[in-house]
């Protein structure tokens, strides 16, 4: 819940041009949790904002947006949210989704979908987005597979925001390559993941023994890439995001985010 925490304080206490767009985030959160947010002690914001990180999750938050809304314009009609946890772009676009007929399966370990289930309920307009336990280091997901054989192939988009550095190597290799075998002709990849070499530390635990890193070099991408399937659309570097998508001078008055590259592949 840091992400999502930090995209609510975004919400309320930010202005036009560095403000994060997830207006439904507060819903994650009680009303005491809120009030808390709302009267942040000056010096506690300050710290924030000092992390280069704060910034890049607002540019990064706006750039899935328009991923999301781009990729309903090209016609996809299925999206999957891997690792969606306390995201809410199936329920902010859910006029948009629902006007052209696209169907939402949002994908997370067990107890996260577990939790954001219980939550969601209650909101209106939830009927057109399902939701599927599954965990990227099991190295196999028979029932996203299954998904994927039993469906009319139609164009998809998968993202994959903020996820690949918990995920090992090896694994999430695995995890492209059933894409790339499953989705349909124009289907969409977009994901970010961290810098060789850049806070390799980032993501270490039991069952992630070697995180996923790639280099910021056009060829390693396309070459890992290419025979899974997908051909390489867009790249761009976590600094140049922020420059982009954040048009106030005050978001950028900190050191810019320096360790993640973001990617959109097209299914060939």
């Given at each position: 819940m840091y992400v999502a925490?930090?995209?609510?304080?975004?919400?309320?206490?930010?202005?036009?041009?560095?403000?994060?767009?997830d207006w439904l985030v507060h819903r994650f959160f009680s009303?005491?949790?809120?009030?808390?947010?709302?009267?942040?002690?000056p010096s506690a914001l300050s710290n924030l904002r000092s992390d280069p990180f704060y910034y890049y999750l607002i540019a990064r938050t706006i750039y899935y947006d328009v991923v999301f809304q781009e990729a309903i314009d090209r016609g996809v009609r299925r999206i999957i949210g891997v690792g969606c946890g306390s995201d809410t772009r199936a329920f902010r676009f859910s006029d948009l989704l629902q006007k052209n007929a696209v169907s939402v399966m949002e994908c997370d370990q067990q107890e996260s979908v577990i939790a954001k289930q219980r939550i969601?309920?209650?909101?209106?307009?939830?009927?057109?987005?399902?939701?599927?336990?599954?965990?990227?280091n099991d190295g196999r997901w028979p029932a996203l597979e299954r998904t994927l054989d039993n469906s009319d192939r139609a164009k998809t988009l998968v993202i994959m925001e903020g996820v690949s550095p918990y995920v090992d190597f090896h694994c999430f290799v695995q995890f492209l390559a059933l894409l790339g075998r499953r989705l349909a002709s124009g289907s969409l990849l977009a994901y970010d993941f961290k810098l060789s070499e850049v806070n390799d530390e980032f993501g270490l635990s039991n069952r992630t023994e070697r995180p996923f890193r790639l280099p910021w070099?056009?060829?390693?991408?396309?070459?890992?890439?290419?025979?899974?399937?997908?051909?390489?659309?867009?790249?761009?570097?976590?600094?140049?995001?922020?420059?982009?998508?954040?048009?106030?001078?005050?978001?950028?008055?900190?050191?810019?985010?320096?360790e993640d590259g973001l990617l959109l592949l097209v299914r060939v």
């Open positions: 925490r930090l995209r609510y304080i975004q919400s309320v206490h930010e202005f036009d041009g560095c403000r994060n767009p009303p005491l949790e809120r009030l808390k947010t709302a009267w942040m002690r969601v309920r209650r909101w209106d307009d939830s009927d057109h987005v399902d939701f599927m336990s599954i965990d990227l070099v056009v060829e390693e991408i396309t070459s890992l890439h290419q025979p899974l399937g997908f051909k390489l659309e867009r790249m761009e570097l976590s600094s140049n995001l922020s420059i982009r998508m954040l048009s106030a001078s005050s978001c950028l008055a900190t050191s810019l985010f320096k």
